[in-house]
């Protein structure tokens, strides 16, 4: 059985990719694979591939996706501050431990 690191990032997070072709760009996070340590941004990285035609697409053809960014690639991206940050555990008083932005405390989960 494979360990799998732990993950800074979480599905639903808005992000900043920092390195790579699309350096500079923002986007919802739509899939995580903590085994392969990538993320698939939406609107970002698309690739195209080939597929048949079947019955669920009679047409077949070339589609186009968004592919796998590595995670080292993309910083929480806070609303706040507008800019990549670093993020932060943060203990509330109810007991309940939430990421937070360095830079501005804002709470990131929901």
Do not use: Y
């Not at 808005?14 to 609107?43: R, S």
Request: aromatic letters at 2%.
């Amino acid at each position: 059985m494979a360990v799998h690191a732990k993950m800074h990032i979480k599905k639903g997070d808005t992000v900043f990719i920092n390195a790579g072709k699309e350096k500079g760009k923002t986007g919802k996070v739509l899939k995580i694979d903590p085994e392969k340590k990538t993320v698939v941004v939406e609107k970002v990285n698309f690739i195209k591939r080939h597929s048949r035609p079947t019955a669920k697409a009679p047409q077949g053809g070339i589609i186009e996706k968004e592919g796998p960014l590595n995670i080292t690639n993309v910083s929480v991206f806070c609303s706040k501050c507008n800019v990549a940050v670093r993020i932060r555990k943060k203990l509330l008083d109810d007991g309940k431990r939430v990421r937070a932005c360095v830079k501005c405390g804002e709470i990131l989960d929901r």
